[in-house]
Each structure stands twice: as C-alpha cells, then as structure tokens.
C-alpha cells in the first residue's frame, strides 16, 4: 500500500478484506452489467460504513466513490479479474484515499 499514511493503513486494510468477504465477486462472466451490479454491491457496503461513521462526509457521495465498470476492466485486461477503484474520506485527516481491489472470477 505505498503512498498511504500510516494513520489510513489500518482503515484500508479493513474495508479491503470487509468488502472481499461481504461482496465477494459472484458472476460467471464479465460484462457491463456485472460490473455495474458489482459496483452497485461494494456502494452499498461502504455506505453502510459511513453510516456507522466510518468514514467523513454530509452525504455518501462526499465520504466514498466506486468505480467497477469497463474503463477500468477493459476486455483485453481482463484476463479473470475484476478491478474496482475506491476511494474514501475517513474521519480525519481531511483527504481522500484511494486503493484498488482486485477479485477473480473463478
């Protein structure tokens, strides 16, 4: 995880296995429209994280983004994994962290 501060590294690690085991990736194929449920799915988990307050922000569009669709699974990148960028506002400080998570098909 280089480039995270030490202070966002425990929180990151969290929400990485948090989300691996509680949206693990489920579909037989990747498509547009799994990659849109799956994003749909991992939105969800961390909303329910900045509900419990988790993370900062007056809304969830402020506290978290999600990106799992084909910009970021292209077809000749694919190759069996499936990749969603998040990034987070936690509680303090005040700026966004950005990771990956990678989860494969079979």
């Known amino acids: ?12 690690e969290e929400l990485q296995q948090g989300i691996q085991q509680a949206v693990p990736w ?5 498509t547009p429209e799994t990659l849109k449920a799956h994003e749909g799915q991992v939105s969800g988990f961390l909303r329910e994280q900045w509900e419990q307050g988790a993370l900062k922000g007056s809304a969830a569009q402020e506290a978290f983004s999600v990106q799992c669709d084909q910009k970021n699974n292209p077809a000749a990148a694919r190759a069996g994994v499936v990749r969603t960028d ?7 400080p005040s700026e966004f962290v950005f990771f990956t998570i990678k989860q494969t098909t079979a």
Request: glycine fraction near 12%; proline fraction near 8%.
């Open 26 to 30: 489920e579909h037989l194929e990747i």
């Open 86 to 92: 998040i990034g987070i506002a936690p509680t303090r």
């Open 1 to 12: 995880m280089v480039g995270i501060p030490g202070e966002h590294e425990v929180l990151v």
